[in-house]
């Protein structure tokens, strides 16, 4: 394999690749005195950033906690159609995580990966839909142990669960994310939840992203590929084993992975996935891309480096 920024091919196999490219947008005055949480690609194309005044120390330095007893501020950002919506949260004593538009747009989702259950029905409701002027409208529970949050077009939700979710933690004997991946309503309920297909169990969603209203999911144990179909769901292989974000092509035939701060782009061979080559993000003043989050939806992958937002479709590859 060699890097030559070119598009020949090598006995089958793409070149690694050297793509430059140029922020889609700069935060940097509303960044200034907040810390980057997360960053998403909404249901509408919107990008979406959530900031935080500061971020609260982990439990047994493992586990981020739901509630804190100080208060901070959460700001969120919307950047649709090249204009910008600032989102000021005040006084929240939620670790917050997720951050998305809701409801066709109209009202924001603030979400936190973690939620007690303290038994008797008493569970700490850990998604929050309030309108852009900051009213809270519903609060649901969404289940602990989240990895990876998505809003679709048509307003469900899905939620893929890292390990804690599945097996059971914060009081929860019997996990809302038992199944590794649950589309959810707009109000909190259940709309659908992975089956068990063969041998496949998801014990931990490495990497999940929307298509459409379908998921597309990379789990342990197996490191298969998984796209749901309504109610079915088809798996294909591949040799990577541990990528924690994924961009596909409309069509599916493409995959690029995001594994070890390497990108790996794939193409679909019969049942399996196969490595095409390497990819290489570089700035424009030619330093290596190193985002310090990631998000996909589709063949779209949103990377934020410092105060700067890149996109990348991997339909240009």
Same mark, same amino acid.
């Given at each position: 394999m060699y890097r030559d920024? *070119?598009?020949?091919?090598?006995?089958g196999l793409?070149?690694?690749?050297?793509?430059?490219l140029q922020p889609? @947008?700069?935060?940097t005055e509303e960044v200034t005195g $907040?810390?980057?949480v997360s960053v998403a690609i909404g249901a509408q194309g919107e990008f979406c950033v959530l900031l935080t005044e *500061?971020? +609260?120390?982990?439990?047994?330095?493992? $586990?981020? +906690?739901?509630?804190t007893e100080e208060s901070r501020t959460y700001r969120g950002i919307v950047i649709r159609d090249g204009s910008k919506q600032i989102h000021d949260f005040p006084g929240e004593k939620w670790n917050y995580h997720f951050f998305e538009p809701i409801d066709d747009g109209e009202n924001l989702l603030l979400c936190s990966a973690r939620s007690h259950n303290y038994g008797n029905g008493k569970i700490? %409701?850990?998604a929050r839909v309030c309108s852009t002027e900051g009213k809270t409208l519903r609060t649901f529970c969404l289940g602990d142990g989240i990895e990876h949050l998505s809003v679709t077009p048509d307003n469900h939700i899905w939620c893929g669960y890292f390990d804690e979710g599945v097996s059971g933690n914060f009081g929860w004997d019997d996990p809302l994310g038992k199944s590794g991946l649950v589309k959810w309503k707009a109000d909190g309920r259940i709309a659908w939840e992975y089956k068990e297909t063969g041998n496949r169990v998801i014990d931990d969603c490495y990497a999940m992203t929307v298509t459409g209203n379908e998921a597309v999911f990379h789990y342990y144990t197996d490191f298969d590929v998984g796209f749901t179909q309504d109610v079915e769901t088809a798996f294909y292989a591949t040799d990577i084993d541990g990528a924690y974000a994924m961009a596909v092509s409309k069509d599916g035939s493409h995959i690029l992975f995001s594994e070890d701060k390497h990108f790996f782009f794939t193409e %679909?061979?019969?049942?399996? @996935?196969?490595?095409?080559?390497?990819?290489? $993000? %570089?700035? +424009?003043n030619?330093?290596?891309l190193s985002p310090r989050m990631i998000s996909t939806r589709g063949p779209r992958l949103l990377m934020m480096d410092g105060p700067d937002l890149y996109l990348y479709d991997i339909s240009a590859t």
């Open positions: 920024g *070119h598009s020949r091919h090598v006995q793409m070149a690694d690749k050297t793509i430059p889609v @947008y700069s935060i $907040f810390i980057p *500061h971020v +609260p120390d982990y439990i047994d330095g493992m $586990f981020p +906690p739901t509630v700490e %409701r850990n %679909r061979k019969g049942s399996r @996935y196969v490595r095409r080559g390497r990819l290489e $993000f %570089r700035k +424009p030619g330093k290596k």
